[in-house]
């Protein structure tokens, strides 16, 4: 059980790695088409800051949409919400 759940455990960080590798790499690609565009340079370190205040954004988009996910699923809509949402009187 507990062998299940460290095993379980390096997959994710694994999986965390590689999206952040991915973001990393993408963004490179993004500030080496800036700064040809802008005939500018932005440092390594630059680049890592930005990759990684995006996979940070990323992760709080994520749960944002987990919550609302939950929400979603235990609101009941009523007709006077409804009317309410779209401005009409029942």
Known sequence: MEEE??????QRFSY??????????????????????????FSKQTIAAISELTF???EN???DLETFARWVENL??????????WGLSI
């Open 56 to 58: 940070r954004q990323c």
């Open 5 to 10: 759940a460290e095993t379980e455990e390096q």
């Open 16 to 41: 965390q790695q590689r999206l952040k590798a991915a973001v990393h790499y993408t963004v490179g690609c993004l500030c080496e088409e800036v700064a040809l565009d802008k005939e500018m340079q």
């Open 61 to 63: 988009f994520a749960k």
């Open 76 to 85: 009941v809509i009523r007709r006077g919400v409804c009317a309410a949402l």
